[in-house]
């Protein structure tokens, strides 16, 4: 039973170009959650998604950050015009309901910008 | 503003030596409360869930207990290969599905 898949496991990106970063929740999982990990810094949250809607984006800079889960497909996190404090881990988490229900995380994406 | 405080920041022990990690946390509603390991370069990984007071939980040389205030992880004769980041983190009742986290304590278990 595959776990939570992220890819790609690294990314290096240059100062203003854009990153996407992949998530493919557990299988019967339909809630995905997207957590920051600065360097020196906890887990934050930026956006927890279902199917096609999102439920709560609070956690999510204003500007530049956009994340969606189509019907069919990996959960997206894209990052515009990267700056070099964007330089983190990406978590991805997935888990079968809301609430209480428990969430498992992928490997992460480790972005780097230059 | 709800807090989640973990102690100690690092923990090295001896291998056989037991010890408790610790949670303390500020909410105004707790959901529940969740205990992750994470090995350096990848995603933390599940241990448990507790949801109220007085609730236990035991896997191999970990048991987690929770109290109003705050939550240990209790860690019996461990081994090098316990060795982690030990990550708390809370669902507090008003803030919908994310997860708070504490900063993590550091084991480094020697043999």
């Known amino acids: 039973n595959a776990g939570v898949m992220q890819n790609p496991r690294h990314l290096v990106r240059r100062r203003g170009q854009e990153a996407r970063l992949r998530c493919s929740p557990m299988?019967?999982?339909?809630?995905v959650y997207w957590y920051r990990q600065l360097p020196e810094e906890g887990l934050k949250f930026m956006v927890y998604?279902?199917?096609?809607?999102?439920?709560?984006e609070s956690g999510m800079p204003k500007e530049r950050f956009s994340a969606e889960f189509p019907k069919e497909g990996p959960s997206i996190l894209r990052i515009q015009q990267v700056v070099r404090g964007d330089s983190a881990a990406y978590f991805c988490?997935?888990?079968?309901?809301?609430?209480?229900?428990?969430?498992?995380f992928g490997p992460g994406t480790r972005l780097t910008v230059l | 503003e709800d807090q989640v405080t973990q102690s100690p920041e690092a923990l090295r022990l001896q291998e056989g030596e037991s010890s408790s990690l610790n949670c303390s946390y500020t909410?105004?509603?707790?959901?529940?409360l969740f205990w992750y390991r994470q090995d350096p370069g990848k995603g933390p990984e599940f241990l448990f869930t507790?949801?109220?007071a007085g609730e236990e939980k035991e896997k191999e040389r970990l048991k987690a207990t929770l109290t109003k205030k705050e939550s240990f992880l209790h860690i019996t004769a461990p081994k090098p290969e316990d060795s982690a980041t030990y990550l708390c983190?809370?669902?507090?009742?008003?803030?919908?599905?994310?997860?708070?986290f504490g900063a993590g304590t550091i084991l480094r278990v020697k043999s």
């Open positions: 299988k019967g999982h339909s809630h």
């Open positions: 988490a997935s888990s079968r309901a809301g609430n209480t229900d428990t969430q498992y």
């Open positions: 983190a809370l669902s507090p009742r008003e803030y919908g599905n994310k997860l708070v």
């Open positions: 998604l279902q199917k096609e809607n999102i439920i709560d």
């Open positions: 909410v105004s509603g707790l959901r529940g």
């Open positions: 507790l949801y109220s």
